[in-house]
Antibody, heavy 122, light 107 residues
Framework: EVQLVESGGGLVQPGRSLRLSCATS????????LHWVRQAPGKGLEWVSG????????GYADSVKGRFTISRDSAKNALYLQMSNLRAEDTALYFC???????????????WGQGARVTVSS | AIRMTQSPSSFSASTGDRVTITCRAS??????LAWYQQKPGKAPNLLIY???TLQSGVPSRFSGSGSGTDFTLTISYLQSEDFATYYC?????????FGPGTKVVIK
């Protein structure tokens, strides 16, 4: 059974940093790209960042580029999101999600965690 | 970056109705388009990928069509469990993007 479990959320002051983690299991970790998607309270989904199975391809939303860094550790089957210079508008529920298998270069997301809540406030 | 729009933003419908939601990309994305359903307090659930391929386990009353810039999600016979918010998403190239969502409420 595929499982994605986020951790590391919390309350943080503007300008500070926070690192989210996503522990994964139930699939061959190195074979799948992983992503972070966030949802501000009462708002829609926003794709944040993605990383390929071998970490060779990485992408970021314009809203976080230069402030957030995505990474993965195959020894721990874990995905990370290092968030720096946090702003109030980064307040959201952050989901870890896995690309499904498909024959294309990029694929949609078939498994999601339950999310880690990040609140940026003084 | 490619931007996604959806229409309508919300609408009311009755059980048994046929409903259609549209999604438009700001530039061509071939068929790199997915649809998700999200219920309050839950993570999204993949319904359709490749614009028209039904994800395993999703009821056949859901269908998708389109290519290039214009796409539709159709629910042929709305069931009570289908009242939710629906999002389209392109995965053509980075940065990926979601549409703003369409909320389907009970009439």
């Amino acid at each position: 059974e595929v499982q994605l479990v986020e951790s590391g959320g919390g309350l943080v002051q503007p300008g500070r940093s926070l690192r989210l983690s996503c522990a994964t299991s139930g699939f061959t970790f190195d074979e799948y790209a992983l992503h972070w998607v966030r949802q501000a309270p009462g708002k829609g989904l926003e794709w944040v960042s993605g990383i390929s199975g071998n970490s060779g391809s990485i992408g970021y939303a314009d809203s976080v580029k230069g402030r957030f860094t995505i990474s993965r550790d195959s020894a721990k089957n874990a995905l990370y999101l290092q968030m720096s210079n946090l702003r109030a508008e980064d307040t959201a529920l952050y989901f870890c999600t896995k690309e499904r298998y498909c024959t294309a270069t990029r694929c949609p997301f078939d498994y999601w965690g339950q999310g880690a809540r990040v609140t940026v406030s003084s | 970056a490619i931007r996604m729009t959806q229409s309508p933003s919300s609408f009311s419908a009755s059980t048994g109705d046929r409903v259609t939601i549209t999604c438009r990309a700001s530039q061509g994305i071939s068929n790199y388009l997915a649809w998700y359903q999200q219920k309050p307090g839950k993570a999204p659930n993949l319904l359709i990928y490749g614009a028209s391929t039904l994800q395993s386990g999703v009821p056949s009353r859901f269908s998708g069509s389109g290519s290039g810039t214009d796409f539709t999600l159709t629910i042929s016979y709305l069931q009570s469990e289908d009242f939710a918010t629906y999002y389209c998403q392109h995965y053509y190239t980075y940065p990926f993007a979601f549409g703003p969502g369409t909320k389907v409420v009970i009439k």
